[in-house]
């Protein structure tokens, strides 16, 4: 089956810095990678994500990478801000449709003032 | 409704006790998930719905859990005999196809967070 691996496990920043959250998988047939924002006490939340016919797509302050031939992609946070802090997860799936998502094990996030 | 609803929000049980946890879905969202949440981790998949039949049962640990969507929208997760190492947050998501294809994604609800002592 699936595994990804999410690294770091944990991540301090200063506002107005970048952060980046690396993920990787192992079943190549993976072709659906979404990230979720994780606040305390309540569901993830998806904030972006990205099919494996791109290699990099855009949301205003939020962009991911994914390189298919290294199995790896990535979350890219630009101008940090104190609301940004949470926990961050990667997932990887088959198929965009009815599918199950594989989960990394998460980053916390801290955007210090 | 607006969101993915997760009944209880939180529940603390005896050991070997038997407990239900209810999921609201999306009004109109066909599949349905469960997973559970360890402390520390990221979700695991426990169970895929899809209208009314279970289409992927295979992240159930053992025969304990079981879980329902009698009409195709609400979903009872049951647990039997529950042993402390149930102790996690379940999560239930929704989700459809629809027609947004950038944004096509789960919708997960907060959670109930289960206890067993």
Avoid at chain 1, 28 to 42: D, I, R, T, V
Avoid at chain 1, 51 to 76: C, M, P, Y
Wanted: net charge neutral.
């Amino acid at each position: 089956g699936e595994n990804v691996e999410q690294h770091p496990s944990t991540l301090s920043v200063q506002e107005g810095d970048s952060a980046v959250i690396k993920c990787t998988y192992s079943d190549s047939a993976s072709n659906y990678f979404p990230w979720y924002k994780q606040e305390l006490g309540k569901g993830p939340q998806l904030i972006i994500d990205i099919r494996s016919n791109v290699g990099e797509k855009k949301d205003q302050r939020i962009a991911v990478t994914l390189n298919k031939t290294a199995k790896h992609f990535s979350l890219h946070i630009t101008e940090t801000q104190p609301e940004d802090s949470a926990v961050y997860f990667c997932a990887a799936s088959r198929d965009s449709g009815y599918s199950t998502l594989t989960f990394g094990k998460g980053t916390m996030l801290l955007v210090s003032p | 409704g607006a969101g993915v609803s997760q009944t209880p929000s939180n529940k603390v049980t005896e050991k070997g006790k038997y407990v239900e946890l209810r999921c609201d879905p999306i009004s109109g969202h066909t599949a349905l998930y469960w997973y559970r949440q360890s402390l520390g981790q990221g979700p695991e998949f426990l169970i895929y719905f899809q209208g009314t039949g279970a289409a992927d049962d295979s992240g159930l640990p053992n025969d304990r859990f079981f879980a329902v969507r009698p009409e195709g929208s609400v979903s009872t997760l049951k647990i039997q005999r529950t042993e402390r190492g149930d102790s996690a947050v379940y999560l239930c998501a929704s989700s459809s196809t629809g027609t947004d294809t950038d944004r096509y994604g789960y919708t997960f609800g907060s959670g109930t967070r289960l206890t067993v002592v």
